[in-house]
């Protein structure tokens, strides 16, 4: 939403949802970007945050936070875990 743009929300869910991840025993967090006119915003987030290109094709760029050292979840915002989440891909 433009109402949370640049204060940082975008960062701390990211930030939470690596902490989670690491949590679960995953190395690696990894994110594909497709660049398009309306998200620059989300490829500034990215860029903000210790993620690093390990692969690029035209437009698209796979992206990966390592998860060795903790995360550390900014206080700017309380998440509420009442369900747990699903993989993000399930293939048949």
């Given at each position: 939403s433009?109402?949370?743009?640049?204060?940082?929300v975008?960062?701390?869910?990211v930030?939470?949802?690596?902490?989670?991840?690491?949590e679960?025993?995953?190395?690696t967090?990894?994110?594909?970007?497709?660049?398009t006119?309306?998200?620059?915003?989300?490829?500034?987030?990215f860029?903000?945050?210790?993620f690093?290109?390990v692969?690029?094709?035209g437009?698209r760029?796979?992206?990966?936070m390592?998860?060795?050292?903790?995360?550390?979840?900014?206080?700017l915002?309380?998440?509420?875990?009442?369900?747990?989440?699903?993989?993000?891909?399930?293939?048949a």
């Open positions: 433009c109402r949370v743009a640049q204060k940082g975008e960062e701390a869910f930030l939470w949802f690596a902490h989670r991840a690491r679960r025993g995953a190395p967090l990894r994110a594909a970007l497709v660049a006119d309306r998200n620059k915003p989300l490829r500034d987030t860029d903000r945050l210790p690093t290109v692969a690029e094709d437009k760029k796979t992206l990966e390592s998860l060795a050292e903790a995360v550390v979840v900014p206080d915002v309380r998440i509420e875990e009442g369900l747990e989440l699903r993989e993000a891909t399930q293939r």
